[in-house]
């Protein structure tokens, strides 16, 4: 058996180990501590945004969101359908009510006429969006300028999940720098990775003064415990975090290999039928993931060619399976118009991983051309 090809495998640059040393020989092994304060200077240099909080994950970057933004029980949160449930997930957890939003079919992100829609209609029953959370999928800038320009229009706050789109760009500005909250994840197979983690960002130091607190167990200022508001557990450690400062140095190679990587299939896979998710003018994609989509004159379709893959140890994975027809959210409202749906029923998803090495390419390549034509 060939040796296993995974969709996205974890790539150390060679200095995490430094870092993690480092904090053994200062003992600085407990949570926080100086791997910490550097990653979040990294990350708001990076993303060009002022403040950042390293915490446990993604997850629990976009809860913080949502509880500084005070979404509470029934309050309407307006977000992307195609996505992880993690960007939903949260909304969940405030006992507020998702509603769903389907894509556009040019960048497969949240369609920003859909999101208009949604919006007049709740503000005309009486349930005015408490909050917005948009995703950049897989790495694909999506139409944030717009999707923001309505949220200040309507004066609703806006999460931008760029837990997918570290590195990538709308008109040379950061996925992850035009909304009021602005998220990534460092989780494994993420394009690097902390082994776990994430970050929130604001250009508002108060509220990441107020997420560093509650992701503490929302300590008050007093020598004992006290506490006056409830807390979490979310903050990241500082042997994670040595991990993260050490991925933070080699992310831009990693990104371009990551480009390489698709552009290698798109000129290898393009004469075959398949499509691509392309980057429109002024969009810089971090290429997270390569997705193809088949059309009716392959011989097979995805899951058939995800399957013989497998036979082959060469992982592969359907696109997300949109949030609007997951049994867990069969009860929220949504908008849709049938575009997450279609990529949904014909993308997969190709080994991708900036580690891939050109024989591994040159493999993937010729087993899909033997199977679909
Ligand atoms: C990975 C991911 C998250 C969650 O990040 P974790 O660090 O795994 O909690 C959120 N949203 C999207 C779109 C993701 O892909």
Redesign the pocket.
């Known amino acids: 058996m060939e040796e296993r090809i995974y969709l996205s495998a974890p790539h150390m640059g060679g200095e995490e180990i430094n870092f993690i040393h480092k904090a053994f020989d200062e003992n600085w092994i407990a949570p926080l501590g100086p791997n910490v304060n550097g990653m979040e200077t990294d990350l708001a240099e990076y993303a060009k945004v002022p403040y950042a909080a390293a915490l446990s ?3 629990a970057a ?1 809860h913080l969101a949502l509880i500084l933004l005070n979404v509470q029980k029934d309050d309407i949160v307006l977000a992307s359908s195609f ?2 449930s ?2 939903i997930n949260p909304i969940a957890y405030q006992g507020a009510l998702p509603v769903l939003i389907d894509s556009e079919e040019e960048t497969w992100n949240m369609d920003p006429e859909l999101l208009e829609q949604a919006i007049k209609d709740y503000s005309a029953k009486g349930k005015k969006p408490k909050a917005v959370i948009f ?1 950049h999928l897989y790495g694909m800038p999506g139409k944030i300028e717009e999707v923001s320009n309505i949220c200040k229009q309507y004066d609703i706050p806006l999460i931008e ?1 760029a ?2 789109a570290l590195g990538a760009s709308w008109n040379n500005k950061r996925a992850g720098s035009f909304g009021d909250f602005g998220i990534f ?3 494994g197979n ?1 394009i690097i990775t902390t082994s776990g983690g ?1 970050a929130l960002l604001s250009q508002n130091k108060t509220w990441i003064d107020k997420a560093r607190y509650l992701a503490t167990q929302a300590r008050d200022p007093a020598p004992y415990y006290q506490h006056s508001e409830i807390g979490y557990n979310y903050r990241m450690s500082n042997i994670s975090a040595g991990i993260g400062r050490g991925q933070m140095q080699v992310l831009d190679k990693w990104i371009a290999l990551r480009r390489e990587n698709f552009n290698f299939y798109q000129e290898n896979l393009g004469s075959l039928g398949f499509a691509f998710q392309n980057e429109r003018p002024g969009a810089f994609a971090n290429r997270w993931l390569t997705c193809v989509l088949f059309d009716e004159n392959h011989q097979i379709g995805p899951e058939e060619l995800r399957q013989n893959l497998e036979t082959f140890n060469i992982e592969t994975r359907p696109l997300w399976k949109p949030m609007h027809i997951q049994p867990v959210f069969k009860d929220c409202d949504f908008y849709v118009n049938g575009v997450s749906e279609k990529l949904f029923g014909k993308g997969l998803c190709l080994p991708s991983g900036s580690s891939l090495s050109m024989g591994q390419k040159q493999l993937i390549v010729e087993k899909i051309k033997q199977l679909v034509q």
Do not use: L, Q
């Open positions: 994950s993604g997850t976009i996505t992880f993690a960007t995703v999940d837990a997918e994840s460092f989780n993420k994430g």
